[in-house]
Structures are given as structure tokens and as C-alpha cells.
């Protein structure tokens, strides 16, 4: 995981993966934060920090990124239909935690065609919306050296970390009503290895390794693409969410919209950045509501699902709760 | 290739033309973006569809499907008129100095010799003045009008920026910012490398579009150096050692030929191929041709093969044709003259054209073997699959046998990569079942089939009964033993022929290399350019040192690369005339006035004085070949002819149809489209997501690419009222298909003169298996017709219609 | 409300739900008891690796299998994961969509698992033996080649050819089944050979 000498690009892959039997190197006592655990104990020691770095302009939209990622996660993403585009399966799901995005560009200042193909999954955000919105305690967990990773076992389904991530990147699985995204592949990390994904990917457009490490290379990068005419080439890697543990190079980083949408600038949603003492418990309750609703039916499959009647049952429930005394102060 | 995956690092330039590396080869493809990091090298792009590839080039310029000689002899004329040249290398290491026939000349589009009637050239004009001592004229100064270089000066003239634009269709603004681009690897130190594939093969003039780039690299000094080359890449993980061991109607293993039936006996079949030198002191190499016929000749018959009985000549049969490729196979099964028919591995229905008629050519065998790890759409191709197969399986007598068979993970063997590595691998797993290695699969067929013939008797038995099967189990050879036949060992003591007391090898041990290889019988070897690949140092195959000293991308002590360990071929042409590297920094060999050192394994005998022996041993000449003599069916040079279907005339002599020479069949003629009825090229291709039919088995990479879809122009679904994602139908005289329409802007409708020609796209991988949605290929519509020399289908450029359609009616 | 945040805005974000009971029920009670954070077990620790090559395309990316079982020590191996080589030279680790998923060719459900057999006008499969469907290729073989073989042609020269049985070899098997199919197809006389070099 560091930067090969001999090379001008880094390389996720120094060495094949261990089969000896080894600790992971990254436990509970790694967790700086998680979801609806304010008291959480300091972690026992500081861990590099570390970066997926993706750059388009290395880029050749080959999806090996997602086929390593389902073939290593054991997911089976949904074989769908053509809809005239390149991208399938036609969004991110809870099998399919990375996907690449295909936007056609006709640049006008250079009358040159670009076909920008933009790797979309987690950012891992330093700041990360969707812990700080999920009510599940221990649900969304973010370690020392940066990954944010979700522990299912406590994951409720509610799907408040869709909402709460300023990239619309989680999915709630209708099979076991649990939410999922990319991992980092933190269960690689944990043994020294790369994500699955870097390591395949065939031109190392993606790479992985400190974020200090992938900062330089980035920026090296970025003088390479301005040398061959891309003067507005830069680093995305957004202030609005603290920075973050994936981040881009782009052609043209002054528009960040052009890589299929590609938010500006980024910020957690006002509902959740606000979202603090009474307010957090009034929402906590909430959801806490709406997923025991969903376990006495049966996981229905209707965790993201509202309909009207819920809606006005719910708005009533806040407004109870809010008036009342907190139930559950310690949580 | 010429060079290897790892060497395109070295590069300065490089052009994607008739290929879609990034696409096709990702992990290939790595060694252009080394290359863009470690030298700042820029990528070309030139195809008809802005691919993948394009995506991440510097420069990219559109081409219309099967103009790219067009485009080619433009670049060399470009380059000529530029003095983008590298003088020293063409004048020394090119044929640019020899001096041709008067005879030889160039009217309307046709070389001298055309017989419309034969469909065929008289080549004889196609030939050097030989002198009085047997040896080519030349002039080295290029003052003589009818040297070489003189005769492609004229050749290419015709070929403007404007005639480039007007039958291409690419602007020529974006020409001439191209060739700029590549003049400037004309200097000794900067190097480009062409990389290509089934874009450029798969035309009725596929060999003369690589032709094309091979003269115009030869030209800018590219052959033989780092960073340079013609580099070929191959389709198919061991479509290489398939051609080098000669799975094909008229190669036998290392490139040497099967008999033609004019070749009465070993003697007349070793007459022609004498390869004396066509200038003093040259190597020629394929002098040596009788000792690798017959080595190879031993490895089949042992002891039945003897100096008394031609070494078995007999036992090899003859052609009366060029060869029985697959076109003709087709054809012939099709009218009623084929019986049995056996698939290993390839899914003809799929990867032939003309669905049609290979269905109704499979129909009328008595039996149809398959043998593949998956089901295959050939092995069902009787089973009514609805629209999408709609067959009456009643109506088809067709005996099937399907064989279940091992895959990679399950064997062990080596593969050849296109790089010429000999890579070994090992299994970790168990074929599922019942399956069987195909290995255990064809000794049985060859056991049962001889015991037949032992208890029987029955037609020429000999070759047969008398085939090497020198195997601890004779019922499944090891690839260790197959292995060691591909190398080749002594059958006798074998002695110095210039000293006889020295004794080279001693019997029974394996050669060191091919320059052990005898012709007297006290040799065997199956393939001789393996020679080495299993020594008595062992498997050379199975090495897995990847230093790499001075990074040159060579990695010398990796695998084996055939010819002799050797990575870059033709590298001799790395130094120039005095052997000194015409790029220090790219250092591949030097003369250090005793032999030749550096970091390859010279390509040339490692004491050959340079300013004697030329560095292109194979040939006569000892030089490269810019005018190919009359070793094409074509043409000595490339000469632009329009696809069988063009919406466009050749612009040389419109009544010209296609490649002039091209075989072919009657009925074949009378299925070609016109552009009246079908105004729309089409080109075929491969996507990224999925090879060939195998991974539409496979659940990951169908999910990735689940349906069949066509890639359409804006400007041609407005004018069609075709929608993004809707069906439509597009046909071609030869068949119909339903597909998804992608609409984008990576297509465009390309101005060729005052046409505007409108391109779709037609991706490869579906069928009626496995694990994707049902679909269609290109090759329900492509034509039955194959490239002049070599019968590579027309799957390239084809003519088609297109219209909104209701869906596939069933979905 | 007290922080600036709309009703609705918040109800989308809630996904609300419609029973009422208290957090409790939700085993919510003690956040210490939520499940520790973890990462997933390393699937490849204690498999046996194989080293191989990519089948598919030319660039013969080097990969690693990674195996329940060893193979070679005569085991029922089953492969659970294949992962690029990073000590290979050309791939260095990487590899493309096809390779990566590498492990669903090995183990898709459409591989053949048992010799079949179509009668001439069958609709179906029917189940046959290895040494049925062998002996029935051979006594064809034998049958169309006694037939058709041509020991001569019309001059009168030897030519020993046989054209009315055609061979289509697989360019993704090893040198050594090459090899081996090679002695096989032309120890017979037959011309109609090829291979995908061609297409």
C-alpha cells in the first residue's frame, strides 16, 4: 500500500493477498464514530489515514471495479435489461456497491467529444451523513484511518443513511431490509491488501493508499492532464463533507456536474447536520417506530416505502414525541 | 507482436487503429497508460465509433469501416512529402533500394497480371530484376526509377488529405494533426507503436491494412526497436499457439506449409522452398526448412518416417486447394459434402457469418461433435429457442454429441500469449462431473479410431497406425510429455557436423534449442520455433523470475518466449548499420566488435558482422519488405478497395466489387446487399464487458451487459425516429435482428465526399445460453466472404437497414 | 420546532413507519449491546493458491486461484475466489471485468457436467455414457473416412486426403491439447482444420 519507487503511478497490489491465517487489523478499537453512539470510548490508537484515488482521466470504463467488487463481496448483482446506456446494472444497489457512470460531452471550448465515465460508490466522507443520520446504534461505524463501514447486524433498514448522504450512495436490500454500500473492502484492508476493486482495475485509474500518498499522486496527476490541455484539471475532494477516503481527479474539476451529476459542493443535508440533542432523539424515535413497523410486518419490504396514511400517522407521532419528556437520553 | 505487452511502455506514440486495446485488452492496455506516465506519451485513436479506447486518448479521428488503406497510403505519402523519413533505416534495412520489374505497374485500382475471370493476378511482374549472379538488382542511392522506393512514391501520390477525407470521412484537419503527430516519429529517438486487431483482419483486404501500418512503421524506423512494432493482438488466450503448432487446413507446426498436390514427392515439396539468398552473405534463414520438416516429420511417425520412405510424405495429405478454411468448410457442408463435423472449443453459429446458413449447413451433417466446458449455442443449434433460434428440430437430422470438457482452472498446460510468452499453468480444481480434459477426450477418439483400423483394416491405415504414441498412459498423455514432443529431443547421438568428435546432444535428452534440430532423421522436434521451451534445464515455460534489470520491460527470465527466449523480434534493427543503438536510451543490442550484446537475445547470429548481415533473417533479402513481391494475392502494395458491401464506389475504378481476388462463393455473391436497399454501414466488435460468448455464462458479467443492443447515431434516430432504449430491427440481405437501440453521440454520420454515411455499431456477445438475456450477434447479418489471403470474414464493414420496432415480440 | 428543519423534510427522511412501542422493543435499550464493529472475516485465509493464466484474451493476465483443497495433493478442490497475480510482469494484479469475475465461468451453471446425445430429428437430450458416445464418434469416423478418404487424385498423384470431415480447433486450449489434437486430426488426412486464428 505505499508508493512502488520504481513507479510514476503507485500500485494498490505490492503482494498477493496472505492465506495465513492473521488478525485484522482493524477492530473495534479502531472506531472513532458511530451511528447513535455518542459516548464512544477514544480509540486506542490513531491509524494512517488512508484514499481510494479515482482518476477519471485513467479511466476506460471497463467495470472491472464492479465485477471484482461483486465477485469479492459475494453479491450477485441483478441481471437487467439494456435501456440504451452503457451503465448496468442501471444504478448502485445492495449488490452492486460501485458503478460506473457514462456522460457524453461535447466540449465546446475545444469542439473535442469526451466520453467521461466517473466511478460512483461511497466517498467516504470524513464527515459522513449517513452515520450521523442513522439511528441504529452501531449500524455505520467510521474507523481511525478513515473507512466508514456499516455493520449490519445492527442495521435496521431504515434508510436514513440514503438521506443523509450528500451523494445518494446507500441501498436498503428488500431481501434482509439492511443497508449497504462499499466497504473500502475494509476486511483487505484489515489484512494490508487494497480493495478489490484497485487491484483490478487495469489501467490503475483507481488506486488505494494513504491519503497522503494518493494526495501527491494526485496532484502529479493533475499537472500531467494540464500539460495535454486540460487546464481546469483538479483534485475533488470536497471540503462540504470534511474531505473524504475516495476522492477524484478530474479533467475538468471546475465542473464536477459533468461527471453525471457530480455534486458541486457536497454538504450533509440541514436536516441531519441539525439534527442534534432533543431533535436527534425526536428522529430516533421516529425511525425507531417506523422499523419496528416494519419488523411486525414481517419485513415487508417496505422499509423505504411511505405511504400517505404513514406519513400523517409518523408527522403526528414527531410532534407527540417532541412535546414530551426524552425517553431515552443515553442513547 | 512483435514486441511485448510489458515493451509498449518504451513507446512515444501510440496509435489505435483497427483495434480497441483498452476495450478488448484492458490489462494489456495498462503498458499505454506506463507509457503516457513514464515518457509522456501521447495515444492516437482512430476508429469509426468514439470506443473506450478513444476515451482516454490525446487525439481522436473518426474513419469510415474499411477505408483504412485509404488512410495509410495517405500517412506514408504525408511522410515522403515531409521528409519524415528515417533514411538510414529505410535505405538499409528496407527493400526500398531494389530495383522491379518493368512489367510491374498500377491502372484503375488493378495491379498488372488481373484475370477478371480467374479472379486472380498473374504476379510474375511482381518481382525483382535479378542479375547476372543471382542476385537482386539494387540501387542504394533511390535514384533509379524503378527502385522500390521510387514505385511507392508513385504508388501513394494518389492518396491526398482530400482523398482521405472524401472516401474516409475523416476531416482532414484531424489527418494532418495525426500525421504531424507521427511524422515526429521518424527520428532515430523517438518510436510509435501500432497496436490493432480484428478492426483491421476482418476485411476482405484485412492482411493489406496491416500491411498498411507495417511499411508505414518500416518507413518512420519502428521495426525492431523498443517501444515500437507491429503489434497484433490476439483475440483469444492461446489463438497464438494455435497458429504457431498449425491447427489449420495448410500449416503444419512452426510455420511451415502442408503439401500441395503439384508437390509429387518430398523432393519437389523441398524445391521451393530452398530460400537461397537474394543478396550476398544474407542469413535466410528458412534454409534450415528441411531440418524442421523433418523433425517434425519424426515426431509424428518415430521410426515410420524414414529417409527411405521421404520421411512419410505420403502419410500427409495434400490440398488441391489453398487451404480448407472455414468459409469453404461451410460452404461445402452446406451443399451435402460434409459428414461428420467437430467443435473443440468454438461455437461456429455464433462466430461465423451468416447464421443462416451455418444453421442450414449444420442441418445437413450426419454428426455433430462438440467438446466445451459450456453449453453452446452450436451444440443446441437444433433446439427450437423461439425467435431467437426458430428451428424445426424435426426437421434436422443432424446426429449431436456434446462432451463435457475441462476448462483452464482445471488443466494444466501452457498458453501463448500475444506477446509470444510461453506461459505454464496449474489446476486447482477437478473438471465438474464427468468432464474430461480434452486431452483424455482425444485419445480416446484416436485409440478407438485405430483399434478399429487394427481389427478392420480400412482405407490408408498407415498414417494412423503408425502415429508416435509414445505415452506412459496411453489414454491421457501428460502435458509434461507433450510438452517435451513441442521441444524436441535426440533419437540419436548427434554430432558437430564440423567436428565430429564433439557430440552436440546425446540421445534421448531434449534439445537445447532449434539450432540442434537435424534434417537426417537423428532429431525429432513437433514445433521447431519452441525449441528450448522444455530443455534439460526443464520447463523454461513454468519461470517466474520477474526481475527486470534496467527496466527495459523485458523481463527475460520470465516464462519462455519463442523464438529462443527472445522478446523483440527483428531487434538487430534496434542499432543501425554499424551496430550502435539509434536511441541510447532505448538500448536493446550492440555490436561490441565480437558479437552482439544487450538485453534480448540477439535476432541474428550473435557474430554477424553488422555492416554484412541485415537484420531480417528470415527474409532472402536480409532487408524488410515495402514492396511484398508476389507473396500476397493482392498486391505488393496495398491498394484501396471498398468493402463487398460500400455505400461508396472505389474511388479508382468503380466497377471494381470488393478485393478483386477475394474468393468468392456463387451463392454468396447473390446475398450481398446494395446500398439502394441497405444504406447503413455496419461494423461488429467486442465490448469490454464480455468475451466472445463464454461470459454470458457468467452471472457477474451478464448483470454487467445483460442484453443484446445495436449504438446508433442522434442524427440517425431522429431521421428514424428511433428512441434511446427502444427496440429496433436491423437487417442485412443475409438476416434480421431485434435490438435495443443506444443512441449517442459517440457515433456520428461521416461526410464522404458529397454522402453523408450514417455507421451503427453491432456488439458480439449474445445467443440464446447462459446466463444474459436472449439476443442476437452481427453475425446473423454478416457476409459470407473472407479476406484475399488469409479468409478472415468480412465481419467489419456490411450494409444493413434499421427501423423503430414493437420489441422482439417476445422478451 | 426548534431547529430549522420542515416537517416533511423530516418525515422523508425518517421513512416513517406505524407502530408505536418504545425504542426498547427494538433492542435498542443498551447501546453497548449493539454489535461490535468488525470487518468480514479474510475469505482467503487457509485456501491453497494455484497459480494459472487468463483464458480469455491474449494478454494472459496471471492469476491466482484460491482453493478449498488442494488439487494436487489429490484433494476435492473447490475454487472459492481468483484474484490477479501481483507478481505477474504484464498484469501486475490487475485484471478486467472477464477476469475478475473469473470464478462465475468456473462455477456457472450452464458448464457441461455429462456427455449428451441428440438423435437425428430429437427434440431432446438424452443421457449417453463416455464409452457409448466415444465408440459411436469413432465408428463414424471410421465409417466416413473408409467412404470418402481420397487416396489419389484424378492425375493419378498420392494426395491421401480426407475432405468430407471437418475439425474446428479451441484457441483457448493448452500447446499440449494442441499438440495432441494435431497428431489426432492429421494422422487421418484431414484437411478441413481451423482454428478461431481465422475469425
Request: glycine share 8%.
Amino acid at each position: 500500500m505505499t508508493t512502488d519507487p520504481n513507479l510514476d503511478s503507485p500500485r494498490t497490489a505490492v503482494s498477493n493477498p496472505p492465506v495465513q491465517p492473521m488478525p485484522a487489523n482493524l477492530g473495534a478499537g479502531d472506531v472513532v464514530r458511530a451511528s447513535a453512539m455518542p459516548d464512544l470510548p477514544a480509540p486506542e490508537r490513531q491509524l494512517t489515514k488512508v484514499a481510494k484515488l479515482i482518476d477519471v482521466s485513467k479511466c476506460i470504463g471497463c467495470k472491472a471495479c464492479q465485477s471484482a467488487c461483486a465477485e469479492w463481496n459475494d453479491t450477485t448483482p441483478p441481471i437487467e435489461h439494456n435501456v440504451g446506456v452503457y451503465e448496468n446494472p442501471s444504478d448502485l444497489g445492495p449488490e452492486m456497491f460501485t458503478l460506473m457512470r457514462f456522460a457524453e460531452y461535447e466540449n465546446p471550448e475545444t469542439g473535442n467529444f469526451e466520453w467521461l465515465i466517473r466511478k460512483d460508490g461511497c466517498m467516504h466522507c470524513e464527515d459522513p451523513g449517513c452515520l450521523k443520520a442513522c439511528p441504529a446504534p452501531g449500524a455505520i461505524v467510521q474507523y481511525s484511518n478513515g473507512i466508514v463501514d456499516f455493520i449490519h447486524e445492527n442495521c435496521i433498514g431504515c434508510g436514513y443513511c440514503i438521506s443523509g448522504c450528500p451523494f445518494d450512495i446507500p441501498r436498503v436490500s428488500k431481501v434482509d431490509h439492511k443497508s449497504y454500500k462499499c466497504t473500502l473492502c475494509s476486511d483487505r484492508v484489515a489484512v494490508g491488501q487494497g480493495p478489490a476493486c484497485a487491484k483490478a482495475c487495469p489501467t490503475q485509474a483507481i488506486v488505494f493508499g494513504t491519503k497522503e500518498d494518493m494526495i501527491t499522486h494526485a496532484n502529479a496527476r493533475v499537472e500531467d492532464l494540464k500539460s495535454r490541455g486540460y487546464e481546469n484539471a483538479g483534485i475533488y475532494d470536497p471540503a462540504g463533507v470534511g474531505g473524504t477516503h475516495v476522492f477524484y481527479v478530474l479533467q475538468h474539476a471546475d465542473q464536477p456536474n459533468l461527471y453525471s451529476n457530480l455534486p458541486e459542493d457536497p454538504k450533509i443535508s440541514g436536516v441531519v447536520q441539525g439534527w442534534k440533542g432533543p431533535t436527534k432523539t425526536v428522529g430516533l424515535a421516529a425511525i425507531g417506530l417506523a422499523a419496528v413497523g416494519t419488523l411486525l410486518h414481517g419485513l415487508l419490504g417496505r422499509a423505504n416505502r411511505v405511504s400517505a396514511e404513514d406519513e400523517v400517522l409518523a408527522e403526528e407521532l414527531v410532534e407527540t414525541e417532541q412535546a414530551q419528556p426524552q425517553p431515552r437520553e443515553d442513547v | 507482436m512483435t514486441n511485448s505487452w510489458t515493451d509498449i511502455k518504451n513507446t512515444d506514440l501510440v496509435i489505435v487503429m483497427g483495434g480497441n486495446a483498452a476495450e478488448a485488452h484492458p490489462c494489456g492496455f495498462k503498458w499505454v497508460t506506463e507509457a503516457k506516465a513514464h515518457r509522456g506519451a501521447k495515444l492516437i485513436v482512430v476508429d469509426p465509433r468514439f470506443t473506450r479506447t478513444a476515451a482516454v486518448s490525446d487525439y481522436y479521428a473518426p474513419i469510415r469501416p474499411g477505408s483504412d488503406i485509404v488512410f495509410l497510403m495517405a500517412m506514408i505519402r504525408w511522410m515522403i512529402e515531409n521528409d519524415k523519413v528515417q533514411w538510414d533505416y529505410v535505405k538499409n534495412y528496407t527493400n526500398a533500394a531494389y530495383i522491379v520489374k518493368d512489367e510491374f505497374g498500377w491502372s484503375d485500382g488493378l495491379f498488372t497480371g488481373y484475370d477478371e475471370e480467374k479472379r486472380d493476378y498473374d504476379k510474375s511482374s511482381w518481382d525483382y530484376v535479378i542479375g547476372p549472379d543471382g542476385f537482386a538488382e539494387v540501387d542504394m542511392t533511390l535514384q533509379h526509377p524503378r527502385c522500390v522506393w521510387n514505385l511507392l512514391k508513385e504508388h501513394v501520390s494518389r492518396y491526398t488529405p482530400e482523398l482521405v477525407e472524401q472516401v474516409c470521412g475523416t476531416p482532414r484537419d484531424r489527418f494532418l494533426h495525426i500525421a504531424e503527430m507521427i511524422g515526429e516519429c521518424s527520428s532515430p529517438t523517438k518510436t510509435m507503436t501500432s497496436m490493432y486487431a480484428l478492426g483491421w483482419t476482418q476485411h476482405s483486404k484485412g492482411s493489406q491494412n496491416i500491411r498498411g501500418m507495417a511499411m508505414l512503421q518500416l518507413i518512420l524506423g519502428n521495426i525492431g526497436v523498443r517501444g515500437g512494432g507491429m503489434n497484433a493482438l490476439r483475440g483469444h488466450s492461446n489463438i497464438q499457439g494455435l497458429t504457431d503448432i498449425g491447427l489449420m487446413s495448410n500449416l503444419i507446426p512452426g510455420y511451415l506449409a502442408i503439401p500441395s498436390e503439384k508437390e509429387v514427392d518430398f523432393t519437389t515439396y523441398m524445391s521451393s522452398r530452398g530460400n537461397k539468398p537474394l543478396r550476398p552473405g544474407q542469413t535466410s534463414y528458412w534454409q534450415n526448412y528441411p531440418k524442421f520438416m523433418v523433425s517434425f516429420m519424426k515426431a509424428m511417425w518415430g521410426d515410420s518416417a524414414t529417409a527411405d520412405n521421404d520421411w512419410a510424405y505420403d502419410y500427409l495429405p495434400k490440398l488441391d486447394v489453398a487451404n480448407y478454411d472455414i468459409l469453404r468448410m461451410f460452404e461445402m457442408m452446406n451443399n451435402g459434402q460434409v459428414n461428420l463435423y467437430f467443435c473443440q472449443g468454438f461455437n461456429p453459429l455464433l462466430s461465423f457469418p451468416n447464421r443462416a446458413k451455418v444453421t442450414a449447413a449444420l442441418s445437413k451433417l450426419k454428426m455433430l461433435v462438440v467438446m466445451d466446458p459450456l453449453e453452446t449455442e452450436t451444440a443446441h443449434f437444433w433446439q427450437n429457442h423461439g425467435i431467437h433460434n426458430p428451428v424445426d428440430s424435426a426437421a434436422i437430422q443432424t446426429e449431436v454429441l456434446e462432451l463435457p470438457s475441462s476448462c483452464f482452472a482445471e488443466d494444466e498446460g501452457a498458453l501463448v500469449n500475444s506477446g509470444r510468452w510461453l506461459q505454464w499453468h496449474w489446476a486447482a480444481g477437478a473438471p465438474p462431473g464427468e468432464a474430461m480434459h480434452d486431452t483424455w477426450i482425444m485419445a480416446q477418439i484416436f485409440l478407438k479410431v485405430r483399434e478399429l483400423y487394427r481389427t478392420e483394416g480400412g482405407a490408408y491405415a498407415d498414417p494412423i497406425l503408425n502415429l508416435s504414441w509414445d505415452y506412459a498412459d496411453e489414454n491421457e498423455p501428460t502435458p509434461a510429455e507433450l510438452a517435451m514432443e513441442l521441444n524436441g529431443r535426440a533419437l540419436e547421438d548427434v554430432y558437430d557436423p564440423k567436428d565430429p568428435t564433439k557430440l552436440i546432444v546425446a540421445k534421448g535428452k531434449q534439445l537445447l534449442n532449434f539450432s540442434q534440430v537435424q534434417g537426417d532423421g537423428s532429431t525429432m522436434s513437433a514445433c521447431w520455433i519452441y525449441g528450448g521451451c522444455w530443455n534439460e534445464d526443464g520447463n523454461n515455460m513454468a519461470r517466474r523470475d520477474n526481475n527486470d534489470p534496467d527496466e527495459t520491460g523485458a523481463f527475460s527470465n520470465w516464462a519462455f518466449s519463442w523464438p529462443l527466449n527472445r522478446r523483440i523480434l527483428y531487434n538487430r534493427a534496434s542499432a543501425d548499420l554499424h551496430g550502435k543503438p539509434w536511441d541510447p536510451s532505448r538500448k536493446l543490442l550492440e555490436w561490441n566488435g565480437e558479437k552482439w550484446t544487450g538485453y534480448d537475445v540477439p535476432d541474428i547470429s550473435p557474430t554477424a558482422k553488422p555492416e554484412e548481415v541485415m537484420p531480417f533473417i528470415m527474409n532472402g533479402e536480409g532487408v524488410s519488405r515495402l514492396f511484398s513481391r508476389g507473396l500476397m494475392r493482392d498486391g505488393p502494395f496495398p491498394t484501396h478497395m471498398e468493402p463487398f458491401e460500400s455505400p461508396i464506389a472505389n474511388v479508382f475504378n468503380a466497377e471494381l466489387r470488393g478485393n478483386p481476388v477475394a474468393r468468392v462463393f456463387k451463392d454468396d455473391f447473390e446475398q450481398f446487399g446494395t446500398s439502394e436497399e441497405f444504406p447503413i454501414v455496419a461494423t461488429s466488435y467486442r465490448l469490454t464487458e464480455h468475451f466472445h460468448f463464454w461470459t454470458k455464462h457468467n452471472k457477474i458479467n451478464a448483470s454487467l451487459q445483460p442484453e443484446f443492443f445495436v449504438e446508433i447515431s442522434e442524427q440517425l434516430a431522429a431521421e428514424r425516429g428511433i428512441k434511446k432504449g427502444g427496440w429496433v430491427r436491423v437487417w442485412s440481405k443475409r438476416g434480421a435482428v431485434y435490438a435495443k437501440a443506444l443512441v449517442t453521440k459517440r457515433l456520428k454520420p461521416m461526410q464522404c465526399g458529397d454522402q453523408l454515411v450514417h455507421v451503427i455499431g453491432v456488439p458480439l456477445h449474445w445467443g440464446f445460453m447462459g446466463a444474459a438475456r436472449k439476443g442476437w450477434g452481427p453475425n446473423s447479418m454478416t457476409p459470407f466472404v473472407g479476406d484475399a489471403n488469409v479468409e478472415t470474414p468480412e465481419f467489419k464493414a456490411f450494409l444493413v437497414n434499421i427501423e423503430p420496432s414493437t420489441g422482439e415480440a417476445v422478451s | 420546532m426548534n431547529i430549522d428543519l420542515s416537517r416533511r423534510g423530516f418525515l422523508r427522511l425518517a421513512g416513517a413507519g406505524v407502530a408505536a412501542t418504545s425504542l426498547g422493543a427494538m433492542g435498542f435499550g443498551d447501546a453497548q449491546a449493539a454489535e461490535e464493529a468488525h470487518v468480514r472475516p479474510f475469505k482467503l485465509a487457509t485456501t491453497t493458491e494455484t497459480r494459472n493464466t487468463c483464458p480469455y484474451c491474449s494478454v494472459a493476465c496471471g492469476v491466482i486461484m484460491y482453493s478449498r483443497g488442494d488439487a494436487k495433493a489429490g484433494d476435492k478442490a473447490q475454487i472459492l475466489h481468483i484474484e490477479g497475480d501481483a507478481d505477474h510482469p504484464t498484469n501486475r494484479g490487475t485484471l478486467c471485468p472477464k477476469g475478475a469475475a473469473l470464478k462465475d465461468f468456473v462455477n456457472a451453471e450452464t458448464r457441461l457436467t455429462r456427455p449428451r446425445y441428440r438423435a437425428a430429428g430429437g427434440t431432446e437430450w438424452q443421457d449417453i455414457s463416455w464409452d457409448d458416445a466415444l465408440t459411436k464418434i469413432a465408428r463414424a469416423l471410421k465409417d466416413d473416412r473408409d467412404a470418402n478418404f481420397v487416396a489419389q487424385n484424378e492425375a493419378g498423384t498420392t494426395v491421401n486426403r480426407w475432405l468430407t470431415t471437418g475439425f474446428l480447433a479451441a484457441s483457448a486450449t493448452t500447446n499440449e491439447t494442441a499438440w495432441l489434437t494435431y497428431k489426432v486430426v492429421r494422422s487421418m488426412g484431414i484437411l478441413g482444420f481451423d482454428n478461431q486464428a481465422r475469425v
